[in-house]
């Protein structure tokens, strides 16, 4: 037997369940539009314009990520380099090559920055900019500003308060946002491509502190809603980490430029 066929019989489970598990990307149109961020640079209070952009209905689940690294082998667990991943990169699975029984249609989790911008830039997209993920994350099933809503808020922080050894859900298993993107909420943290300028300083509990938050190092940062206190804590999380670095519930989804009417302009308040 030549060793081409003996390489394909070795990869031909991991190929399989890839592509069992694996769908082809889908990306929901986010209008352009003007919002109120969570958080507040500097002295200014001003709307943060998002031009229009595509962001993907899910995240990137285990079997887009096992295909990836079938595709691309410089990021398979034990062969990407250590200045890109941290030790625990993609450790949940079997192998280097092969998902667990259920870990399909799941988010990938322990991935790194480096590792996520890499999936994204194969699939002619990028991560998501901070300003993109507030924007779309804002919206609930009907509305794409469902922030002044306590009881939205109580049902996202019920989320973050479930123990953080749970089985993580499918993709796309919860009903879509107003944009029609699934699991913004309730699923896993995400990656976004700025999220090393985003700073929080040791006391981020006074609201209007100048010192709370601090951008890029330079330009003060206030909470302009403490009370949206689920996305500050995604904040904090981000701002906490190092772009080779993964956490168990830490994945990501891709984002593309350009998209929807461009005469048409929303303002979240």
Known sequence: MSQGWLLALILLPATALALSGQQTAAYRSIDRGEYRSVIRIGDGDLP????????????VSNADFLAFVLANPEWQRGRAPGVFVDGEYLSHWIGPRQLAEGQARQPVTRVSWFAANAYCAAQDARLPSWSEWEYAAAADE????????????????????????????????????????????????????????LYVAEDSRKQGDPDLLKFCGAGAISMNDRENYAVLMRIAMLSSMNAAGTTRNLGFRCARDGAGDESSKETLK
């Open 48 to 59: 943060v314009p998002v031009a229009a952009f595509r962001m993907m209905a899910t995240p």
């Open 142 to 197: 009907t509305r794409r500003d469902a922030r002044d809503d306590p009881a939205w808020r109580e049902r996202i922080l019920g989320w973050y308060s479930r123990p953080s050894g749970q089985a993580l859900p499918d993709v796309g298993k919860a009903e879509p946002n107003a944009w029609g993107v699934h699991d913004l909420h309730g699923a896993v943290w995400e990656w976004v491509d700025d999220f090393n300028a």
